[in-house]
T-cell receptor
Framework: GQNIDQPTEMTATEGAIVQINCTYQ??????LFWYQQHAGEAPTFLSY????GLEEKGRFSSFLSRSKGYSYLLLKELQMKDSASYLC??????????FGRGTSLIVHP | GAVVSQHPSWVICKSGTSVKIECRSL??????MFWYRQFPKQSLMLMAT?????????EQGVEKDKFLINHASLTLSTLTVTSAHPEDSSFYIC???????????FGPGTRLTVT
């Protein structure tokens, strides 16, 4: 089976940097997704990592270490609108992601 | 990016009735669509994989006779919650991708409340 672990909640200040970690223990591994989900809305795609290393996309970056079963999502220059749930999801042998419970990020002024 | 729509966005129904939720891919064809359920402050749980022209594949613990899935065309999948009960109240989300593609696009979700 798959076990995906991420912190339940984090808080940060507007303009700051925050790192959301995700660890996984899976039988096999294809790739790792990060999604953003605002309350009452569907998730929106942020990133997909297959290879080790850091991928940067504007204010958001995602890192993957396959050997350590570890990923993080880095958010820079935080804005109030970044307050949302961030979902880590892993695909194993296919393209259907298995989701972690999500990290609720609260950005305050 | 690709667009996936859902209808209705929210629905309230009485216990014992059935509710149909539609998932459409608007600008691409999807041979496979996925249905998820999400309870408050919980993760997305995959319910079933909807396959165009064939039977859906249900995840363990999901009753196929209660959650009827029909994928009659390459752009439409429907989920019917039969004999709904209050515990079926949840946020139902579908996703689809253009072919066997790593990125799945989510619909906006349907909030179901059973009274």
């Amino acid at each position: 089976g798959q076990n995906i672990d991420q912190p339940t909640e984090m808080t940060a200040t507007e303009g700051a940097i925050v790192q959301i970690n995700c660890t996984y223990q899976t039988s096999g591994f294809n790739g790792l997704f990060w999604y953003q989900q605002h309350a009452g809305e569907a998730p929106t795609f942020l990133s997909y990592n297959v290879l080790d290393g850091l991928e940067e996309k504007g204010r958001f970056s995602s890192f993957l270490s396959r050997s350590k079963g570890y990923s993080y999502l880095l958010l820079k220059e935080l804005q109030m609108k970044d307050s949302a749930s961030y979902l880590c999801a892993v695909t194993v042998g296919g393209y259907i992601p298995t989701f972690g419970r999500g990290t609720s990020l609260i950005v305050h002024p | 990016g690709a667009v996936v729509s859902q209808h209705p966005s929210w629905v309230i129904c009485k216990s014992g009735t059935s509710v149909k939720i539609e998932c459409r891919s608007l600008d691409f064809q999807a041979t496979t669509m996925f249905w998820y359920r999400q309870f408050p402050k919980q993760s997305l749980m995959l319910m079933a994989t909807s396959n165009e022209g064939s039977k859906a594949t249900y995840e363990q613990g999901v009753e196929k006779d209660k959650f009827l899935i029909n994928h009659a065309s390459l752009t439409l999948s429907t989920l019917t919650v039969t004999s709904a009960h209050p515990e079926d109240s949840s946020f139902y989300i579908c996703s689809a991708g253009p072919g066997i593609h790593y990125e799945q696009y989510f619909g906006p979700g349907t909030r179901l409340t059973v009274t």
